[in-house]
Nanobody, 121 residues
Framework: DVQLVESGGGSVQAGSSLRLSCVAS????????IGWFRQVPGTEREGVAA???????TLADSVKGRFTISQDNGVKSLQLQMNSLKLEDTATYYC????????????????WGHGTQVTVS
């Protein structure tokens, strides 16, 4: 079974940095689209950053210049480096992975972690 486990969340002050990590088991790295999403209760889930089948990186406009996504194929992990955090970055962050080529739309990801909370004050 594929499992994605996020870590690295926490409560920080605005302007601080956090580094989220997602460790995958039962999933081959590099493989298909893999990325980070976030959600605030009562709102729709938002795509934050992703690496597609060809290794191309996509970042949401709201995080460009502040967040960086990377993957470590050796340890099968996906990272999200978050700098200059803002109040509006407060959310639960989820790691997600696709199970086939081209499945890069938010609703096409098959595997999801349980999330890690990021709170910026």
């Amino acid at each position: 079974d594929v499992q994605l486990v996020e870590s690295g969340g926490g409560s920080v002050q605005a302007g601080s940095s956090l580094r989220l990590s997602c460790v995958a088991s039962g999933y081959h790295f590099p493989s298909y689209c893999i990325g980070w999403f976030r959600q605030v209760p009562g709102t729709e889930r938002e795509g934050v950053a992703a690496i597609d089948d060809d290794g191309e990186v996509t970042l949401a406009d709201s995080v460009k210049g502040r967040f960086t996504i990377s993957q470590d194929n050796g340890v099968k992990s996906l990272q999200l480096q978050m700098n200059s955090l803002k109040l509006e970055d407060t959310a639960t962050y989820y790691c997600a992975a696709a199970d086939r080529l081209g499945a890069c739309g938010q609703n096409e990801y098959t595997y999801w972690g349980h999330g890690t909370q990021v709170t910026v004050s």
